[in-house]
């Protein structure tokens, strides 16, 4: 067990495919130690903050941890005994943070969680729906214009497409990480089975299975707003929450804000022509990733799943 200031483990992503739930349930276990803010993603911009120029872009830029002590100090509330993870989606598919991250922690273990491309891309899409930062109401138009936004300077979420592609993914991971250090767990598995889910990532960590508890059931929901001046409230600056801030503690903090989004939140039917227009872009990379992981992935090329 590390007692320096990195990570045991990290969960890598994928963006949009159960980290939260994974983590708030990882959280609750006595013996891990989860680092707070969840997207620090220390490693991945070295001493470099982002400077990302798309809609409420700036949410990653006041997240990302950048200067080292800040860093270092995060951990200061690990217990004895306790192993101490982090969670950063970006990982997954920025090769060079996650290689500055196995060289800081060469014992790291990795857990990335794989959804199907096309649920997952839209989840993504129906994310920034909610937030009120994605403006192009067709999904299908919205994929079309990630690429373009991306080269342009926005954030990395916005090339819905691109972050649905695992199989170069995962072989960095293994190349970077190491194969017997990888945990690949299917956003499936975890829906279906979250009490065996969590119990096989325990194990995978080395900490006793039977003190987890399964994560809740819906976390971080994309979709319609009910209530515009709650949602406004949870998620942009405001006076009353700079006051409160300092007098509650991070992790309920956090805690109470996903659960009033959750509550807040009228989740968005997926399009079933959405699947027929991506299924091309998706079909190769879905082999290759059967190949790499040894999985069957034909659901994910007939299969429509709910958000």
Request: with cysteine.
């Amino acid at each position: 067990m590390s007692t320096k200031h990195v990570p045991d483990f990290v969960v890598v992503g994928a963006a949009r495919s159960g980290t939260t739930a994974l983590w708030q349930a990882l959280g609750r276990h006595p013996e891990i130690f989860t680092y707070l803010p969840k997207e620090a993603h220390h490693h991945l911009f070295a001493a470099q903050p982002p400077s990302f120029t798309g809609p409420g872009d700036d949410i990653l830029s006041r997240q990302v941890v950048t200067d080292a002590a800040a860093y270092a100090e995060g951990y200061h509330g690990r217990r004895p005994g306790q192993i101490a993870g982090e969670a950063g989606v970006y990982y997954l598919h920025q090769r060079e943070g996650l290689e500055r991250l196995a060289t800081a922690s060469p014992e790291v273990r990795a857990i990335a969680l794989l959804r199907d491309p096309t649920d997952r891309a839209f989840s993504s899409w129906a994310h920034l729906r909610r937030d009120d930062r994605e403006t192009e109401g067709d999904p299908l138009r919205a994929m079309e214009l990630g690429a373009d936004r991306v080269a342009n300077g926005w954030e990395w979420i916005w090339d819905y497409v691109a972050l649905s592609l695992y199989a170069d993914a995962v072989t960095d991971l293994h190349d970077l990480v190491g194969k017997d250090r990888t945990l690949l767990v299917r956003y499936d598995d975890l829906v279906d089975r979250p009490d065996a889910v969590v119990s096989e990532v325990c194990t995978f960590l080395g900490v006793d299975p039977s003190l987890a508890t399964a994560p809740p059931e819906r976390v971080n929901t994309g979709g319609t707003p009910r209530s515009g001046r709650l949602h406004e409230f949870l998620t942009r600056p405001n006076g009353l929450k700079d006051t409160l801030r300092p007098l509650v503690p991070d992790r309920l903090v956090q805690r109470t804000y996903r659960v009033a989004m959750a509550r807040n939140v009228e989740p968005i039917g997926q399009p079933p022509e959405l699947r027929r227009a991506l299924a091309p872009q998706f079909a190769s990379d879905i082999s290759r990733l059967e190949t790499v992981t040894g999985w069957d992935l034909e659901a994910w090329r007939t299969v429509v799943h709910a958000v």
